[in-house]
């Protein structure tokens, strides 16, 4: 993976109308985040935009290219495909674009799973440590 900061400062230029969108350098590419979600990253200064069934067609009807981080094992691929050069040149059709693979990545974000419940004997040890301990039943 490369980068220059020619184009990194180009891709960070055209989104500008997207709003909160930081860079972070990463094995020789960049990662794109909105807020703290990671919906872009560029190598070999190509931006590859995440993808999910809802907006995957963008790109495949296109005939754009997944990323694919290992020459040698083509059969790898992620969720992120190469923008085409219209879509990139064109900052409002950018960050329209932007903002599909923006909800594609908060998509992919599971949400909290939930806790499970206290045992018996959990619940005894939380109630006798606040000093509410529950009467004995009778023997």
């Not at 560029?42 to 790109?59: G, Q």
């Not at 960050?95 to 974000?109: D, E, F, L, N, T």
Request: aromatic share 10%.
């Amino acid at each position: 993976m490369a980068v220059s900061s020619e184009y990194l400062d180009y891709v960070h230029d055209q989104l500008s109308g997207l709003g909160g969108v930081s860079s972070r350098r990463m094995f020789g590419g960049a990662g794109l985040y909105c807020d703290e979600f990671f919906f872009a990253l560029i190598d070999d200064d190509t931006l590859y935009l995440r993808v999910n069934d809802a907006n995957r067609a963008d790109f495949t009807t296109r005939g754009m290219g997944q990323f694919r981080p290992y020459a040698e094992r083509p059969e790898l691929s992620m969720s992120y495909y190469e923008t085409p050069a219209d879509v990139l040149e064109d900052p409002a059709q950018l960050v329209s674009w932007a903002r599909r693979s923006v909800a594609a990545a908060m998509a992919a974000v599971k949400p909290a799973t939930k806790a499970a419940k206290p045992t018996r004997a959990a619940r005894r040890v939380k109630r006798t440590a606040r000093g509410v301990a529950r009467p004995k039943r009778g023997r």
